[in-house]
Nanobody, 118 residues
Framework: QVQLVESGGGLVQPGGSLRLSCAAS????????MGWYRQAPGQQRELVAD???????NYADSVKGRFTISRDNAKNTVYLQMNSLKPEDTAVYYC????????????WGQGTQVTVSS
C-alpha cells in the first residue's frame, strides 16, 4: 500500500541546480533508509546517496561536495539537493525507501528525468 512519488526533475544547464523530492505515503510501520539511485542510458545503475532515519548519510564519490541528501521523518520525505550539475549527472533518478519491518520491503518511486545540457 506504500507509494513513493517523485518530483523536481527537469532540464538544467551545466553549473545549475535542482532539488528532487520523494514522498512516501500509505500504510507503513517505519522507514529506515531512504535514498536515490540513478541510471543513464547505456550505463549501470548507481547509488547516488542514502540516509538513515537517524540522519547518517552516504554519497557516491562522483557527487560528494555537490549533492546533499536530507529527509523529514515526520513527512516520510527525502530530498536531494543537486548543485554544480554536470552533463554526467544526466540520468533517470529513482528514490527508494526501506521498511524497518521484517522481512523488509523496498519501495520505489516512479523515476524522474534529470537532464544537464547546454
Amino acid at each position: 500500500q506504500v507509494q513513493l512519488v517523485e518530483s523536481g526533475g527537469g532540464l538544467v544547464q551545466p553549473g545549475g541546480s535542482l532539488r528532487l523530492s520523494c514522498a512516501a505515503s500509505g500504510s507503513i510501520f517505519r522507514i529506515y533508509t531512504m535514498g536515490w539511485y540513478r541510471q543513464a542510458p547505456g550505463q549501470q545503475r548507481e547509488l547516488v546517496a542514502d540516509i538513515t532515519s537517524g540522519g547518517t548519510m552516504n554519497y557516491a564519490d562522483s557527487v560528494k561536495g555537490r549533492f546533499t541528501i536530507s529527509r523529514d521523518n515526520a513527512k516520510n520525505t527525502v530530498y536531494l539537493q543537486m548543485n554544480s550539475l554536470k552533463p554526467e549527472d544526466t540520468a533517470v533518478y529513482y528514490c527508494y525507501a526501506d521498511s524497518a519491518l521484517v522481512p523488509a520491503p523496498r519501495y520505489w518511486g516512479q523515476g524522474t528525468q534529470v537532464t544537464v545540457s547546454s
